[in-house]
């Protein structure tokens, strides 16, 4: 059988919408879903929709060694993990993104296929990277930028709303840090922010402790 | 709040671009600078502006005609003492600025605001050795370039400016086409301070210089992000040496915290005189 299973975790921006997949064939699944051992006997596409920290998406990915996966990596060092996990067939960023229907992923060209029927169902296209990216490039600059918003609330620097308005109308920002992070959650950049500071211990990537 | 008549101290790009948006809304402007061809080289930038702006529809011929005669160009010492507003946009040195200050607080009347365009220094600093009540009167107002189409202002709040006067100056830009955002008075403001890390995390994901990178990095910012520009096209056009300054300056302000950190990248280009657009390389070649 090669039927496909969606693994996801609750805080991913596409939970909400995962029986769009369902409808289409699709078997969905939660990580913490009791069902998911005897799933993973049967499946051997899966798509990885948890966003997690990488220690916890190691311990996924070891799951899921006779497997095809497509990963979300959005928060994660994505070419340490490709390195380690074989069975990664395609890396993508759904969970970090701005204000089009563009996403970032990187996917051997054998499967872009089948990945573009999957991003179908969300109206979503594919940004292909012809390098693995050490990390997602959007998810990596945007974090230290609405990091440093923070900082500048915890300062009093000024409003929410006037950062906001600032960064749209003095540097044409597509939306204002805070309006950017309100898309998908501040819990997302908080892992980003910490695993850049585990990879490169620099004080830099410190998550302001308002984003935790 | 009602500003009649105000003085543009400083007749530069941002001078010219403050004093050219002011006339369009129908406030008289006296355009002051310490040279005679400065201000009249300003002044035909601007109405050459308004001829473009004419022939693209953008204004009739009528209305150009009445945002001519809201300009006057002027000394220092001619500055009717009854004016709104003044605003200071000449160079980045508080020494100078402190000098000019002083002046126009022998010249204006108590109730004039003061206010400076500056995009670096303390406006508290600016302020400081002036009388208790011009510092309640004192604030920033920062356009940017170019000041007639840039949407924002920010209005910074000196630690002696009166917050409710910066307050009525915000709703009175909100009520005149323009986008206010209030602050207090740290380095960079919101935008060189939130700004910074478009820049720098690029940097550091590049590493050095790789043309493909580059383009990849801009081309992800843009498609995937939304942004109008990449970050290394935008560097370009400011200009690599100019975005280092800035970089450096707000480093140093926050006493080196790495958040900051200019990238060695940023310093080897303007050391090659690779500086962007106005020198013909830049991260990208336009020769």
Redesign the interface.
């Given at each position: 059988m090669n039927k496909k299973i969606v693994i996801y975790t609750q805080n991913h921006p596409l939970a909400n919408h995962i029986n769009l997949l369902q409808e289409n064939g699709y078997t969905v699944i939660r990580l913490d879903s009791p069902k998911l051992n005897d799933q993973l006997k049967i499946h051997q596409t899966v798509f990885d929709l948890c966003c997690l920290k990488t220690s916890d998406k190691k311990t996924l990915l070891k799951a899921l060694n006779h497997h095809k996966v497509y990963s979300d990596l959005s928060v994660n060092n994505v070419k340490s993990l490709l390195d380690q996990f074989p069975q990664i067939t395609g890396a993508f960023s759904l969970s970090i993104?701005?204000?089009?229907s563009?996403?970032?992923c990187f996917i051997n060209e054998d499967d872009q296929k089948e990945f573009e029927d999957f991003l179908t169902f969300f109206q979503l296209s594919p940004?292909y990277?012809?390098?693995v990216p050490?990390y997602f490039?959007?998810g990596?600059?945007?974090?230290?930028?609405i990091?440093?918003?923070y900082?500048?609330i915890e300062?009093?620097?000024?409003?929410k709303e006037?950062?906001d308005?600032?960064?749209k109308?003095?540097?044409?920002?597509?939306?204002g840090?805070f309006e950017w992070v309100n898309l998908f959650g501040t819990d997302k950049l908080s892992i980003l922010l910490n695993e850049l500071y585990s990879d490169t211990k620099?004080?830099?990537y410190i998550p302001c402790t308002l984003l935790s | 709040m009602k500003l009649s008549k105000i003085a543009i101290i400083g007749s530069g790009t941002m001078g010219q671009g403050i004093a050219q948006w002011f006339a369009q809304q129908d406030v008289i402007v006296e355009l002051v600078d310490v040279k005679k061809e400065f201000v009249e080289k300003a002044l035909i930038n601007i109405f050459s502006s308004w001829e473009r702006l004419l022939k693209k529809g953008k204004f009739s011929q009528s209305q150009i005609d009445q945002f001519k005669e809201n300009i006057t160009l002027k000394n220092i010492n001619e500055i009717d003492p009854q004016i709104d507003l003044v605003i200071e946009a000449i160079i980045e040195d508080i020494n100078v600025k402190k000098q000019v200050f002083k002046e126009l607080d022998s010249i204006c009347n108590e109730s004039t605001i003061f206010a400076s365009n500056t995009s670096s220094i303390p406006i508290t600093e600016i302020s400081n050795e002036l009388p208790i009540t011009r510092q309640e009167n004192f604030i920033g107002i920062h356009f940017?370039n170019p000041a007639p189409i840039?949407?924002?202002v920010?209005i910074i709040i000196g630690a002696n400016s009166s917050s409710e006067l910066g307050k009525e100056v915000a709703k009175w830009f909100d009520q005149h086409n323009k986008?206010?955002?209030?602050?207090?008075d740290?380095p960079g403001?919101?935008?060189n301070?939130?700004?910074?890390?478009?820049y720098?995390?690029?940097l550091r994901?590049v590493g050095d210089y790789d043309q493909a990178k580059i383009q990849?990095?801009d081309?992800?910012?843009k498609?995937?992000?939304?942004?109008?520009?990449g970050?290394f096209e935008l560097m370009d056009l400011i200009g690599i040496d100019v975005n280092y300054m800035v970089t450096e300056s707000v480093y140093k302000a926050f006493d080196k915290n790495?958040?900051f950190?200019p990238h060695p990248l940023q310093k080897e280009m303007v050391d090659k005189k690779r500086l962007g657009k106005k020198s013909g390389k830049g991260f990208y070649d336009y020769e």
């Open positions: 993104y701005g204000n089009t563009s996403r970032e940004f990277h012809e390098q050490n490039i959007l990596r600059t945007i974090a230290p930028i990091n440093e918003a900082f500048a300062e009093d620097l000024a409003s006037d950062i308005k600032a960064m109308y003095g540097v044409n920002y597509p939306l840090p620099l004080d830099r | 940017f840039m949407k924002l920010e986008v206010s955002a209030i602050c207090k740290r403001f919101i935008v301070r939130v700004a910074r890390n478009f720098g995390e690029p994901i990849n990095v081309q992800v910012l498609l995937v992000g939304g942004f109008k520009m970050p790495p958040r950190e």
